[in-house]
């Protein structure tokens, strides 16, 4: 299935999270590799929807909060390279909105 094209990625989330060095499960290095900065916030989530509209969500589970999807593709990266990822998503039950969990580093691809 496809994820709704407005799915909400809440842009504190990715610059102040996913693009800022943490203790445990850091993803900004990973995301550094392919020339995602603080300063590119926008230009990641613009990246994460088309990564969704080019590829298909898997269900993965639901809970009392809505139901939970993966959906795994490739983020452009620097000099070619593109960096293989899983993102998670979900849909929320009371409110119907789809929005961005997080994104897991997979690897980058050699060309």
């Known amino acids: 299935m496809k ?20 203790d445990r499960s850091d993803k900004s290095a990973f995301l550094e590799r392919g020339g995602y900065t603080r300063e590119s916030a926008e230009r990641l989530i613009a990246h994460l ?11 993965l589970d639901e809970n009392q909060f809505g139901r939970y999807y993966e959906c795994v593709g490739d983020l452009p990266g620097a000099g070619g390279r593109p960096l293989r990822v899983r993102t998670i998503w979900m849909t929320e039950h009371l409110s119907g909105v789809t929005k961005f ?7 980058i691809l050699r060309q």
Request: net charge negative; charged share 20%; aromatic share 6%.
């Open 49 to 59: 929807h088309a990564l969704c509209a080019a590829n298909d969500a898997s269900f």
């Open 3 to 22: 994820l709704p094209s407005e799915a909400a990625i809440a842009p504190e989330k990715v610059r102040d999270y996913l693009l800022v060095k943490q």
């Open 101 to 107: 969990i997080t994104l897991i580093p997979i690897e």
